[in-house]
């Protein structure tokens, strides 16, 4: 992809994510439907969907050949990274999209042949865009975001946890998540891997620990913190893969192989 080529993509991408957000801020004023998918914590409504058929409708409109992976099934059915692949997520946090109301984003990740070229978290009702660019930086606002700092210890982290993952459950030893838990500064648990993954870049939290995403909820995310300093994997140290769920491990790099003894999977 020419340079050219990248910043008509990057240009556009911006357009349709703020319009996007205009969509749902306008929408989310009127009754809406609200349904369940796997289960009754797994939440989606009608505006998720909307919003999704919208994006993919502009992108399709632009880019007509380029592929997209989106969360609530109206794009593509993607088994490869060859081409140009747009990686989206209408509402990351429906939860919070419901009950707060707030603290809610749309993510999008762009990738060609496999490498991320741009990353887009729009944080809809404080219109703050945390970009990331491959070789070029992150931004805030189109304000530039300094590298990670380098003097970071664990014991002096505060990290990113859902709580549940700290009561006994099936995916992980909850005694050593009882450890790390006394063991780093603070824990935060924010309800959008998007925003958790833009605060890890602005460097307000250091990690952010989860037992299992989708790649539209860190496709983004991950172009971001690479760019500053920042390093996400799977929990044992593995790399992402974005064909298929993950458990994900993000951290500021200098910090991030701490976690993983903490982290023992059952
Ligand atoms: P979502 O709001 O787009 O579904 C909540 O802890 C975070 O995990 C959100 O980013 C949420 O994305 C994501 N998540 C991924 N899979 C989920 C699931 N099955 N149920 C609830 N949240 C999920
Ligand atoms: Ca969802
Ligand atoms: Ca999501
Ligand atoms: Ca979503």
């Known amino acids: 992809m020419d340079n050219f080529e990248k910043s008509k993509l990057i240009d556009e991408a911006k357009r349709i994510i703020f319009k996007a957000s205009e969509q749902i801020k306008n929408h989310m004023q009127r009754p809406y439907d609200i349904n369940t998918k796997q289960d009754r914590k797994d939440l989606v409504t009608e505006i998720d969907e909307s919003t999704e058929k919208f994006i993919i409708k502009k992108v399709r409109s632009s880019f007509p050949d ?83 700092t380098k003097e970071r210890e664990l014991k002096d982290t505060l990290i990113g946890i859902n709580s549940f993952w700290s009561i006994p459950n099936r995916r992980l030893n909850e005694e050593k998540i009882h450890q790390l838990i006394r063991d780093v500064r603070g824990t935060r648990s924010y309800g959008s891997a998007a925003l958790e993954f833009a605060y890890i870049a602005e460097g307000i939290i250091d990690a952010y620990i989860t037992m299992r995403l989708s790649p539209w909820d860190i496709a983004a995310g991950i172009i971001i913190i690479n760019e500053v300093g920042g390093k996400a994997t799977q929990v044992n140290g593995e790399p992402l893969d974005l064909l298929k769920d993950n458990t994900v491990l993000a951290a500021n790099e200098v910090v991030h192989s701490g976690y993983i003894d903490y982290i023992e999977e059952k």
Do not use: C
């Not at 939860?95 to 496999?114: L, P, T, V, W």
């Open 66 to 148: 380029h592929k997209i992976m989106a969360e609530e099934g109206t794009g593509d059915e993607v088994n490869s990274l060859d081409g140009t692949v747009w990686i989206i997520d209408p509402i990351d946090g429906t939860m919070n999209f419901i009950h707060q109301k707030r603290f809610f984003a749309i993510s999008i990740g762009i990738y060609h042949n496999g490498e991320g070229i741009v990353g887009l978290i729009y944080d809809v009702m404080d219109d703050t865009l945390y970009e990331g660019i491959k070789g070029e930086g992150a931004y805030k606002n189109g304000k530039k975001i300094p590298e990670l």
